[in-house]
C-alpha cells in the first residue's frame, strides 16, 4: 500500500496499521538478513592475546616505498605525503603549502614518475 493508494471514502485507520505492518516486516526480513551473513567477533578470534602482537606489520615493498618517499626533493615529497598519504584534497593541499593546485599536480606528476623510477631500480639492480 502506498500513499496515492489511499481512498478518503474508506476508514483511514486499517489503511494505516497495513502500511505499519508491512514496513515492520519488511525490516525484520532486512535484519535477519543482514545477521545470517554477520558473524560477531570477540578477543577469542584474535591471533595473539597480546595487544602488540596484533600491530600490522610493514611489508618490504611498504618499506622500500617510504625510504624512496625519503629520497625526493623536499617540495616533491610534500607533495607526495599530503595528497597521497594524508588524502588531502588539492585546495587544502594548496592552502596548506601556499602553491597553486597546477604546481601541486605538476609536482605530484613528477614524484611519481621519480618513486617509479627509483623503486624499479630497487627492484632490477645493474
Not at 591471533?47 to 617540495?75: K, M, S, Y
Amino acid at each position: 500500500m502506498v500513499r496515492n493508494a489511499y481512498d478518503p471514502n474508506r476508514p483511514f485507520g486499517p489503511w494505516l496499521v497495513a502500511i505499519a505492518n508491512r514496513r515492520i516486516i519488511d525490516r525484520l526480513r532486512r535484519d535477519t538478513r543482514r545477521k545470517a551473513c554477520e558473524v560477531a567477533l570477540s578477543t577469542d578470534h584474535e591471533t595473539f592475546a597480546e595487544p602488540a602482537a596484533n600491530l600490522p606489520r610493514e611489508t618490504p615493498d611498504e618499506v622500500a616505498l617510504a625510504q624512496a618517499i625519503e629520497r625526493l626533493p623536499p617540495d616533491q615529497r610534500q607533495t607526495i605525503r599530503m595528497l597521497k598519504l594524508n588524502e588531502m584534497s588539492l585546495k587544502e593541499a594548496a592552502a596548506a603549502s601556499g602553491r597553486s593546485i597546477p604546481a601541486l599536480k605538476v609536482a605530484t606528476h613528477r614524484a611519481i614518475k621519480s618513486l617509479r623510477r627509483m623503486l624499479k631500480q630497487q627492484s632490477n639492480p645493474p
